[in-house]
């Protein structure tokens, strides 16, 4: 069965960084397409924040370019999101997302904070 799971969450001062990370499981990883969005509370849509096709190209909302990388492993089998310079508008719910044939597949999410 599809298996996605978050980790690398947590509370960074504003300006520091953070390293989130994906594992998938219960597919062939190096065959699709992966993403990384975000939910602030009280909003009802993820926000696309970045994804990265099998063959590695990326993809990044505005606000987070040049600051935040995204990247894969497909021997491990990981898709991991690199942030730097956090800002307080990046806290929010960060969640890996798959689209597997006709489904859609989220992990549980890990929170991202940051704060002074």
């Known amino acids: 069965q599809v298996q996605l799971v978050e980790s690398g969450g947590g509370l960074v001062q504003p300006g520091g960084s953070l390293r989130l990370s994906c594992a998938g499981s219960g597919f062939i990883f190096s065959r699709y397409d992966m993403g990384w969005y975000r939910q602030v509370p009280g909003e009802r849509e993820r926000e696309l924040v970045a994804s990265i096709t099998t063959d590695d190209r990326t993809n990044y909302v505005d606000s987070v370019k040049g600051r935040f990388t995204i990247s894969r492993d497909n021997v491990k089998k990981t898709v991991s999101l690199q942030m730097n310079s956090l800002k307080s508008e990046d806290t929010a719910a960060y969640y890996c997302?798959?689209?597997?044939?006709?489904?859609?597949?989220w992990g549980q999410g890990t929170q991202v904070t940051v704060s002074s």
């Open positions: 997302r798959l689209v597997y044939g006709t489904m859609t597949y």
